[in-house]
Each structure stands twice: as C-alpha cells, then as structure tokens.
C-alpha cells in the first residue's frame, strides 16, 4: 500500500510560482499513472495533469505553457512545477497514483493566488 503526501502549498501573487510535492511511502517506480487534480471552493474536482510510467505527460488546457509535471523514482516523489500563477488556480491540489486496479490518493495542498 502506497500512501501519498503532498506538500509545497501556500500564498502567492499572481504571476508567481510554487512547486509541489508528492512524496509516496514506498516505490513508485512500478506505479503506471500518477497526475494532479485540483479543487476550488464550490467546483468538482478536476484533473490539472498527469505522467505515466514511460514519462507520457498530459495537462488540462488552462494550465498548458504553465505547469509542469515530473517524476523522479528514486525519490518517490512526484511535483508540479506551478509558473505565472493566475487567481483561478486557486484551490486544493490533490495527487493521485493508480495502477490496473488500485489507486492512492493524498489529502490535498492548498494553493491561494491572491494579491
């Protein structure tokens, strides 16, 4: 059983950057998706990007030229390198992992972009 805790959230000015981490508690080297998903006050959950094993990546239109998602195995860690932060970012970022018939999911990291 993997278990997912994010990290990296916070206060920022539009136009700013954050990073966030996803740091697994075992090996997420055999772990086939993992993406980001977000969810501000009052919407559905959505997902915001993910990477599969082979390092295939894919983001939701909104944050296309902006985000960035990497994986690094040996640390177990996933992130999501936030630029030119905009005030509709602004939610609780959630991580995901899943294989054919398991998934994990972290409690979340709050990002508020506001001046």
């Known amino acids: 059983q993997v278990q997912l805790v994010e990290s990296g959230g916070g206060l920022v000015q539009p136009g700013g950057s954050l990073r966030l981490s996803c740091a697994a508690s075992?090996?997420?080297?055999?772990?086939?998706?993992m993406g980001w998903y977000r969810q501000a006050a009052g919407k559905q959950r959505e997902l915001v990007a993910f990477?599969?094993?082979?390092?295939?990546?894919n983001y939701v239109d909104s944050v296309k030229g902006r985000f960035t998602i990497s994986r690094d195995n040996a640390k177990n860690t996933m992130y999501l390198q936030m630029n030119s932060l905009k005030p509709e970012d602004t939610a609780v970022y959630y991580c995901?992992?899943?294989?054919?018939?398991?998934?994990?999911w972290g409690q979340g990291t709050r990002v508020t972009v506001s001046s």
């Open positions: 995901r992992g899943w294989n054919k018939a398991t998934e994990y």
């Open positions: 075992g090996s997420i080297s055999s772990v086939n998706g």
């Open positions: 990477i599969i094993i082979g390092g295939n990546t």
